[in-house]
Structures are given as structure tokens and as C-alpha cells.
């Protein structure tokens, strides 16, 4: 079965750095397209990046577009999310996704 098993979360200082990384198993991971979302407290969850399959193009929520970068390693069937310039309003669980699936999500925390 498809499974999405997202680590690297963590308590972070403003200013700080963090990678997200989702190990993913179950299906060919080089033929999906994979997503991370994001979710604060008292809000919807919010889509925050995505990446392609093999050709790897990007895009990004304004909010963190320049401070975080998505990146896949199909032979490992891992997607990470490089986050730098972490705010306090960055903290979130933050999921991964592939269409239909979400993993587990993990929490970061960015506070002094």
C-alpha cells in the first residue's frame, strides 16, 4: 500500500533552517508528481510547494516562494523541502503528499 512517512521536523529559532524530508514507498514514486501542505493551528491547510516527476520543475506558495526549496531524489523515493529564513507564522504540521495519499505530517516549530 502506499505510505508517505514525512521526518525532519523540529523546534527552530527565527531566522533558522530545517529539511523536510518524505520517504515514500508503494507505488513508483517517479511517476507522481509529490507536494508538501501545510497546517497552523486554527487554519486550513495550505498548499506550500510541488515538484514534477523526472523533469523536476517547481513552484511555490508566495509566502515561502525564495526562502524554501523542493527537491526529489527518485532513486531514493524521497522528497524534501530545504526551509531557510524560517518565520514564527512558518510553524506548522506539514504533510507530503501524492495525488490521493497524505502522510502522517510532522511539526515545525520556528520560536525563540
Known amino acids: 500500500q502506499v505510505q508517505l512517512v514525512e521526518s525532519g521536523g523540529g523546534l527552530v529559532q527565527p531566522g533558522g533552517s530545517l529539511r523536510l524530508s518524505c520517504t515514500a514507498s508503494g507505488f513508483t514514486f517517479s511517476d507522481y508528481g509529490m507536494s508538501w501542505f501545510r497546517q497552523a493551528p486554527g487554519k486550513e491547510r495550505e498548499w506550500v510547494a510541488t515538484?514534477?516527476?523526472?523533469?523536476?520543475?517547481?513552484s511555490y506558495a508566495d509566502s515561502v516562494k525564495g526562502r524554501f526549496t523542493i527537491s526529489r531524489d527518485n532513486a531514493k523515493n524521497t522528497v524534501y523541502l530545504q526551509m531557510n529564513s524560517l518565520k514564527p507564522e512558518d510553524t506548522a504540521v506539514y504533510y507530503c503528499r501524492r495525488p490521493g495519499y497524505w502522510g502522517q505530517g510532522t511539526q515545525v516549530t520556528v520560536s525563540s
Open positions: 515538484i514534477t516527476t523526472t523533469v523536476g520543475m517547481t
